[in-house]
């Protein structure tokens, strides 16, 4: 933990969270001898700090103090961003915490995001050391613009926030298998795909989609008149590792014209109640009191039939009410949180609604991005801005010999897959998406990290945090 201030001068400040881990493992020394001279160069403050395990900077991040810093820096690969994204989305004041200027130092094997960065700059490609430098220049600069995030909703009703991608097949695969070889740095994933290439698979799959030339969806949804919720997921962990003991996050799938605010809790929870397991009986009502004497009691009105479920291993339970019961928190209460509604989005258990489009295939990768780049060296989809609040879809369908899908990404290595003329390979533009694997086994990623393997769906949240650009 280093500091660097200068007494008397109004500054700029920026919190660094450096990951010893990521990439060749270079980071703090990288930090130290290239990030650092050019910060003081410029006249700005820092403090830098190290993270010493996974999740501990989503932790840090949860008592952040807001208003002392001007910049929080993630000096690491694309996972570290992800997870501080994360632990931003998860306070009860994530609408101001989001708008905390992000800025991104590649120190990581993927560093997606920088090498977005340096290209919507009009910045020649770098890599290695002079992206570090490019980027840390940017940072001196400091502008800052918008960031799309997209929400995404696992099979285990999680909820995720993601600036980068979502990947199944090909690119997934590639992603994890390669970890195993982390010390070749960037060049893990060119030897992960040509061995990939060598193995090639297919997965079927459904695929449906809000392209984004369909004006109106939004109000279409609510002309569809679901104007209530159905159910609703305890995501948080009462003192699971990732949440500390400190929050239980309450999360709700909710449609167009719902009447209730998504909610989230501080505190650790416990039932009052004394539900024995079996499936909720007509009349019942449930309510959730936290221990923790600064945190309001759980409660508030919920629609009949409502289903309240739990994927969290402690809390793990569900709840049902059929009375317009009581369940829930005062939405003013501290602690509640979480995130826009999906608003384009109906449950995951039901139908796509009629405007979207669908098709069923086998793939060899489907990849939804809203960056430029896949990686540094990696310019996959080249119309794709931090801010145009559009999802990208790269579909390569099976059939697509391997000498084809070579010479695309070939061609992705130099930008120019826009250009690849093959019916195997399609490229769609959408706001909201949902991917169901029809078969089981395989590997699906978000922002590179892995998720749990099922049906997912997602859509994107234009402008919802802020990345420092230069
Ligand atoms: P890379 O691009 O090299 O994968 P990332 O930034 O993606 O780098 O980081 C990879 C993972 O390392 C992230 O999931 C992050 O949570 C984790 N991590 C952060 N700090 C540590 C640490 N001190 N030890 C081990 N893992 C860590
Ligand atoms: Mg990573």
Redesign the pocket.
Known sequence: RWKKSFPGRPQRRMLLLV?????TGRAIARCRQIVLPILEEAGIEYELKV???????WEMVQSLRLEEWDGLVIV?????LY?VINGLMARSDWEQAIKIPLGIVPA????ALAGAVNHYTGHKRVMGDNLLTHLAFLLCKGACRPLDLVSVTTSLGRRLFSFLCIAWGFVSDVDIESERF?LLGGARFTLGTLARIASLRTYRGRLSYLPTSIPGDRAAAMAAGRNFIRSATLCGQSDGPKLAGRRAAMHRNMSDGALVEEMGLAGKWESTDDWDGSPPQEGYSSSCQSPDSETPPFSGIWQLGETVQSPDPVINRTFMTSNGGELGGKADGPGLVYGPPDDLLPFLDEPIPQHWRQEENDYVLVLAIYQSHLAADLLFSPLALPDDGIIHLWLVRAGISRRALLRFFMALARGRNLNVDSPHVVHITARAFRLEPLQPGGIITVD??QVEYGPLQAQIHPHLARLIVG
Do not use: F, M, V
């Open positions: 990951n010893p881990c990521s990439g993270t010493e395990r996974q999740n501990h900077a690491s690969g694309d996972g570290l997870e990581g094997s993927g560093n982390r590179g990290e």
